[in-house]
């Protein structure tokens, strides 16, 4: 078996000046937030951008953490609509990337909601399902093996939003605490104690393909 490597870690530390790829997102949710505020007048093409920018990110969000993951594509559909609706109260204080998330997380709540008066963790099966519809075959270390949602399913539904939300959506720590609605310093313990987690689930497969592994 191929063990997948979990992605960089990010531990959230402030350095002085931004990276060139921090300089870049930086750039780019300033670029959406400006269409999602022109969309607010009703722009047709100010609208298109601001769905088109973020459609990969609040659709992968949904997919992993949906009650059920064949609704996702429901569910990232019903938060755009959530979004265009009220378009009109968005006033910039946040970035539209957090706004939009922030709408998607509601979305996911009324699924569970929907789907059972007590919230569940979906079968592994589900979950299968929803890596292949959802991860990316670039994504490093997923092609084989271990796949990514076998490994978040047996998380604790909190570790598993700020672990998807830092390492796979790619929010900075204090944006994934304001969606969260916790401190930053709470989003980096969950994200830490998810990789730890995972960690051990790897080393574990590994040790057991050893034992199974003829001689």
Do not use: N
Request: glycine share 6%.
């Amino acid at each position: 078996m191929i063990s997948p490597a979990l992605p960089a870690a990010c531990d959230g530390t402030q350095h002085p000046t931004r990276t060139p790829e921090k300089r870049e997102r930086d750039s780019a949710d300033e670029l959406i937030t400006a269409w999602a505020l022109t969309a607010r007048g009703g722009d047709p093409e100010a609208v298109e951008k601001f769905v088109r920018a973020l459609q990969r990110d609040v659709r992968r969000f949904v997919g992993y953490l949906g009650a059920d993951p064949d609704t996702a594509d429901d569910l990232a559909q019903d938060t755009f609509l959530r979004a265009l609706g009220s378009l009109h109260r968005f006033e910039g204080r946040s970035s539209a990337r957090v706004w939009l998330l922030s709408i998607a997380r509601r979305a996911v709540i009324d699924s569970y909601r929907y789907a059972s008066a007590r919230p569940r963790l979906a079968d592994t099966d589900d979950w299968q399902a929803a890596a292949e519809r959802v991860q990316e075959r670039g994504l490093p270390g997923f092609e084989d093996g271990i796949a990514l949602a076998e490994l978040l399913d047996a998380l604790p539904a909190e570790r598993r939003e700020a672990f998807v939300l830092t390492q796979l959506v790619g929010l900075p720590y204090a944006e994934a605490a304001e969606l969260s609605g916790c401190p930053v310093g709470t989003v980096r313990s969950r994200v830490a104690r998810a990789r730890a987690a995972l960690t051990r689930s790897l080393r574990d497969a590994e040790r057991a393909d050893l034992v199974r592994a003829p001689d």
